[in-house]
């Protein structure tokens, strides 16, 4: 946005009893200034007071706003028709609808060719329309901003109360400043959906005009919503949606009505959706397996039937196939009860890993997880899968659904070993420091 002029104009018309006609002017560096009302300019204490102030453009200008401060010794402007303080803002050029906030009035600028302008009128149509004067009120400082223009002039026209006019200047390069207010590093964001919210400020005499946000470290860029609009200062908000699992460089910047660009900050953050749910201890009876005449049954649940259905010598090829698998499903049982009676650990199994050396979760995929699927399915209690893919001697490279879940059981199997160390109640299926510490003992490393 290019730097522009803005001729500011004021008519201040008080209904009192005294009045002055004269002309004074000043120069402000950033189209800004101030008045301060004489004690004859409006009496103190006084009622059904009614002001308005006109501002006309010099030169084109676009997208922009006029700010104007009312003292609080004088009723709040309001945009309720009746009340004591109603205020209007009326343009032959394109102006926005006026906002109030607390003592403050901005009227955004959306065009103004040059020679048009803007009309403030504060305290409309008397009566119990007009704004009240405390007895405090003697000199109180009436300020006018612009957020746009620089040099522009402040003048009076003549039929005004007694007033003295004093600039207050300066060119704005100093960049806003915005700050996260509910989002800090590492956070873990719980839900897919989440409203992000913050502050944005401009010591620079300006104003902010936008909020940037990116998710992938600054290579994408969306816009915020300013919302609670002050002159120097708002907040923002920017409603994240779909958000996936995983990690996330997330920045914000701002930039001013002066094309001032804050230099980007960035948080880390993680978007992990695992519900916990509390450990639920149940009590684990290994018995020893006992020989006894076929069919060999080993209490435990489920129960270990080693003898077929029928005669192998009347099985069919699927049959066959089928009573393979289930004989190798139960090896595995029986290995895991052996770990568990005689404190054995899986060193036997075969990796093209030596360690587990990084952190794993849903998706990823490689030789370490299928050496995770490996450990996963040498405990009965753990294991990926009974048939098909991932089950004991069809591990794959890929961490899916089945993976994760045998992971969340092996974490509570081994509570005191991971989940305790990390402050957890329950078993989230990501491969952490704690699991792999666990993961890596049972290899021997």
Not at 350 to 372: E, H, P, Q, Y
Not at 397 to 417: L, R
Request: proline letters at 4%; hydrophobic letters at 40%.
């Amino acid at each position: 946005m290019n730097i522009k002029k803005l001729f500011l104009l004021f008519s201040f018309l008080f209904f009192t009893f005294s009045f002055f006609a004269g002309l004074s002017s000043v120069q402000a560096s950033d189209g800004s200034g101030s008045c301060v009302l004489s004690p004859t300019g409006v009496v103190a204490g006084s009622n059904y007071n009614e002001l308005t102030i006109t501002f006309t453009a010099e030169e084109k200008i676009e997208n922009g706003n006029l700010k104007i401060v009312i003292p609080n010794y004088f009723s709040s402007p309001k945009s309720e028709i009746g009340s004591q303080g109603h205020t209007t803002a009326s343009s032959n050029g394109l102006i926005g609808q006026i906002i109030f906030y607390q003592q403050e009035i901005t009227v955004p600028l959306t065009l103004l060719n040059k020679g048009e302008h803007v009309s403030v009128v504060f305290g409309k149509d008397k009566g119990s329309n007009g704004f009240f004067v405390s007895s405090s009120a003697v000199n109180s400082e009436i300020k006018i901003y612009s957020q746009i223009g620089v040099g522009g002039s402040l003048s009076l026209i003549s039929n005004v109360p007694i007033i003295q006019i004093q600039s207050v200047g300066g060119i704005d390069v100093i960049a806003p400043v915005s700050k996260f207010t509910n989002l800090s590093e590492n956070q873990i964001i719980t839900s897919k959906n989440f409203l992000i919210q913050g502050t944005v400020s401009d010591t620079g005499g300006s104003a902010p005009e936008d909020l940037k946000i990116s998710f992938d470290g600054g290579v994408k860029w969306e816009s915020a919503s300013l919302k609670n609009f002050s002159f120097f200062s708002s907040t923002w908000e920017y409603n994240w949606q779909s958000i996936l699992e995983g990690d996330y460089e997330v920045r914000i910047k701002a930039k001013d009505f002066m094309n001032n660009w804050e230099s980007p900050r960035s948080f880390k953050v993680k978007a992990s959706f695992v519900v916990e749910q509390p450990v639920v201890e149940v009590p684990v009876v290994v018995e020893v397996p006992v020989v006894v005449e076929t069919p060999i049954v080993v209490e435990e649940a489920p129960a270990i039937v080693l003898a077929p259905a029928k005669p192998m010598s009347e099985m069919t090829t699927a049959e066959l196939q089928a009573e393979i698998t289930r004989l190798l499903g139960l090896i595995t049982q029986i290995k895991a009860m052996m770990a568990e009676i005689f404190g054995t650990t899986t060193t036997g199994i075969s990796c093209a890993i030596t360690s587990f050396s990084r952190n794993l979760s849903l998706g990823m995929s490689g030789d370490d997880v299928k050496c995770l699927q490996k450990v996963l399915n040498s405990s009965a209690d753990t294991a990926v899968a009974v048939t098909g893919s991932g089950s004991l001697g069809k591990e794959t490279n890929t961490f899916g659904p089945a993976t994760k879940a045998a992971v969340i059981k092996f974490q509570t199997k081994y509570v005191g070993d991971i989940l305790t160390p990390a402050g957890l109640v329950a078993g989230n299926g990501f491969i952490g420091s704690s699991t792999r510490t666990k993961l890596n003992s049972l290899l021997g490393k």
